[in-house]
């Protein structure tokens, strides 16, 4: 790939992918793009920046022929939380604009697709522990569903027109750069940002909730490790599940009083937590390992103290 178009660029994870793509594959080989039409200084200023939505068809064309795009990166989607408030849009945004991403890429013969699939593919009936690459997929949320349906489509342009697509299986991502877009994982977020600025947070799952979570740097290096390792030693393609850690609130509040000692959390669950009861507490990547080489980096008591030297920088800086 020469030049990559990475669609909804502005968000918790194409803010900081976007900025690794221009490290590797230069400046002006990596466009950002997103709906959003304030994005930060950082993405725009250090290369270029096209406003699109992802369901505008023509104009992503106009954008791909303007750059000589050989490669997308598709970020752009409604998560959990924000696609059961309004599932419709959920189905447009993810399934439309999927749709748009790969007839736009098999037209113009792109060497490559990356679209990330979630542990929300998961759901009832799903084992819950070490849940298998191969195993049943019946989400209960709209977003899980546009999910299942966005693997089995990359893997039929695999298939049916051999279009380089590719996808792995976030678990919750962790990062303090941008805030999550309205995940069910959130408060794994959420709970660091309150813990410098506050030192207490009121979450919205129960304390023994235990779901599958991934530091940023290491979802990084999966995505960029995915997208450089040689198709023809790949057997899966768009459904690659991907694991770095699993822990309970209590646990992960348990790690914030080691550099946080006086940190307190409550409990108020909400609708989101039969969202998190819905999906797997472990996740077995065997695949992943064995098929592009994947191992991740950081544990929770490596993230925890990451994350709050990090939120406590900004919060001294007046930006937190
Ligand atoms: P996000 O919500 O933070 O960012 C999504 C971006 O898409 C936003 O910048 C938004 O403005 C943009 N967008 C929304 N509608 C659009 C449209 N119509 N056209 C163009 N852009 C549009 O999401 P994220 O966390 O960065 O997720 C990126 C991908 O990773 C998604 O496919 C998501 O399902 C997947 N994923 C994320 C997580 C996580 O924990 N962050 C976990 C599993 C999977
Ligand atoms: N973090 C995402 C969510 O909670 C998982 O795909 O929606």
Not at 88 to 96: L, Q, S, T
């Amino acid at each position: 790939m020469k030049r990559i178009l990475v669609i909804g660029s502005a968000g918790q994870i194409g803010s900081e992918l976007t900025l690794e793509l221009r490290k590797i594959w230069g400046n002006s080989n990596v466009v950002a793009s997103d709906v959003c039409q304030n994005p930060s200084a950082r993405l725009q200023e250090s290369g270029p920046y096209e406003t699109l939505n992802i369901l505008d068809r023509q104009r992503m064309g106009e954008i791909v022929s303007k750059y000589q795009i050989d490669g997308i990166v598709n970020l752009a989607a409604i998560l959990s939380a924000t696609g059961e408030k309004n599932p419709m849009k959920a189905w447009d945004v993810n399934m439309n604009g999927l749709i748009n991403v790969l007839e736009c890429a098999r037209e113009n013969n792109m060497k490559q697709v990356l679209t990330p699939s979630s542990i929300a593919a998961f759901g009832p009936g799903t084992p819950l522990y070490n849940t298998p690459q191969e195993t049943v997929l019946r989400p209960s949320t709209m977003y899980g569903i546009t999910k299942v349906a966005g693997e089995l489509l990359g893997d039929y342009y695999v298939k049916k027109y051999g279009l380089d697509v590719r996808g792995l299986r976030y678990p919750g991502i962790i990062s303090h750069e941008t805030l999550p877009g309205g995940g069910t994982t959130d408060y794994a977020v959420a709970i660091y940002y309150d813990a410098v600025t506050k030192g207490h947070y009121t979450c919205f799952v129960k304390e023994e909730t235990m779901l599958p979570m991934m530091y940023m740097p290491d979802c990084l290096k999966a995505t960029i490790d995915l997208m450089q390792a040689d198709f023809s030693k790949l057997n899966h393609h768009s459904d690659f599940n991907v694991a770095a850690m699993s822990f309970t609130v209590t646990e992960q509040a348990e790690s914030i009083r080691k550099f946080i000692p006086g940190f307190t959390c409550s409990y108020e669950p909400d609708h989101r937590q039969a969202i998190a009861d819905s999906w797997p507490r472990s996740i077995d990547d065997s695949a992943a390992r064995e098929e592009w080489g994947w191992k991740p980096s950081f544990d929770l008591d490596t993230m925890t103290k990451d994350m709050i030297d990090k939120l406590t920088a900004k919060h001294k800086a007046g930006l937190i």
